[in-house]
T-cell receptor
Framework: ETGVTQSPTHLIKTRGQQVTLRCSSQSGHNTVSWYQQALGQGPQFIFQYYREEENGRGNFPPRFSGLQFPNYSSELNVNALELDDSALYLC????????????????FGPGTRLTVT | ELKVEQNPLFLSMQEGKNYTIYCNYSTTSDRLYWYRQDPGKSLESLFVLLSNGAVKQEGRLMASLDTKARLSTLHITAAVHDLSATYFCAVDSVMNRDDKIIFGKGTRLHILP
């Protein structure tokens, strides 16, 4: 069983650029959530994907967007980067069972450290 | 709106001492989590508490949950330097398919040797 993986580990971008972060979910999981953690803060929920559709969104502007692929991996895209987007981006995967209407515990990846200059 | 408050936000303590971190949350929740985070690292899951009165222990850490008071505690017994880290509590609700976890601001624990 493989855990949650993220790439790249670190990334430096310039203000105004666009960035794509990637996440591979844990084997057997079908749901991916993304979180932003600014320095010294707790993680904040960005959005969640289930069956390739957005399944809930936090208080983030539309320039934060995502995708989920048939293999349940996911991408987080951020357009028009701002300095305040500098943070650790965490993805977490979990299993949603529609029949039981229950989501099991989320497991977090190692994160991508994004620096915007 | 679900809110999570931790206190204290910073704690410096001597090795061998006991202390408790408190986590209050604002609305009914299905699960309460405690995570540990070392500087520059991801989140390490410590405990998942599901029901009122739940108590879990791992080594020198013990977590408990009182759903009626909407309060969880993380108790540290005879602290050692290796426990220095930031500890987050977090809650979620699986009433909806939108299973977002709401985190507290974290408690930065510094244990002096």
């Amino acid at each position: 069983e493989t855990g949650v993986t993220q790439s790249p580990t670190h990334l430096i971008k310039t203000r105004g650029q666009q960035v794509t972060l990637r996440c591979s979910s844990q084997s057997g999981h079908n749901t991916v959530s993304w979180y932003q953690q600014a320095l010294g803060q707790g993680p904040q929920f960005i959005f969640q994907y289930y069956r390739e559709e957005e399944n809930g969104r936090g208080n983030f502007p539309p320039r934060f967007s995502g995708l989920q692929f048939p293999n349940y991996s996911s991408e987080l895209n951020v357009n028009a980067l701002e300095l305040d987007d500098s943070a650790l981006y965490l993805c977490a995967s979990s299993l949603w069972t529609a029949t039981k209407a229950f989501i099991y515990e989320q497991y977090f990846g190692p994160g991508t450290r994004l620096t915007v200059t | 709106e679900l809110k999570v408050e931790q206190n204290p936000l910073f704690l410096s303590m001597q090795e061998g001492k006991n202390y408790t971190i408190y986590c209050n949350y604002s609305t009914t929740s299905d699960r309460l989590y405690w995570y540990r985070q070392d500087p520059g690292k991801s989140l390490e899951s410590l405990f998942v508490l599901l029901s009122n009165g739940a108590v879990k222990q791992e080594g020198r850490l013990m977590a408990s949950l009182d759903t009626k008071a909407r309060l969880s505690t993380l108790h540290i017994t005879a602290a050692v330097h290796d426990l220095s880290a930031t500890y987050f509590c977090a809650v979620d609700s699986v009433m909806n398919r939108d299973d977002k976890i709401i985190f507290g601001k974290g408690t930065r624990l510094h244990i002096l040797p």
